[in-house]
């Protein structure tokens, strides 16, 4: 019983990880970075990304950032800002990663602030 157990465990593990062998701005490939999730900048702006409200990283334009979460969590809620290179905020979206379900958010398009 411990064995298939074991085994059990072993098999789920091994497909909760998600590699990406690719970089979209045509830069060097991320080595030994593996997620299950991941955010891809493809809005045209300069985004400042945040995990369940604290920031994680910014992403020019084709980059891909993995996003890391614990070993027993349920969902996760990614927040992306965008900026224009003179610093004026242009937008806002966001995403919910569910556990146990291996994504790539692309970000395309942002929520434009009511003038």
Request: glycine content about 12%; aromatic content about 10%.
């Amino acid at each position: 019983m411990r064995s298939t157990l074991a085994l059990l465990a072993a098999v789920m593990l091994t497909g909760c990880v998600y590699n990406y062998p690719y970089s979209h701005n045509g830069g060097p490939v991320p080595s030994g970075i593996s997620s299950m999730y991941t955010v891809i900048n493809n809005s045209g702006y300069t985004l400042a990304v945040y995990q369940d409200g604290k920031p994680i990283g910014t992403l020019r334009l084709g980059q891909v950032l993995p996003i890391k979460t614990g070993f027993l969590w349920s969902s996760t809620v990614i927040t992306v800002t965008g900026t224009l290179p003179d610093g004026s905020y242009v937008g806002s979206a966001s995403w919910i990663f569910e556990a146990g379900v291996a994504e790539a958010w692309s970000v395309t398009r942002l929520n434009r602030p009511n003038r």
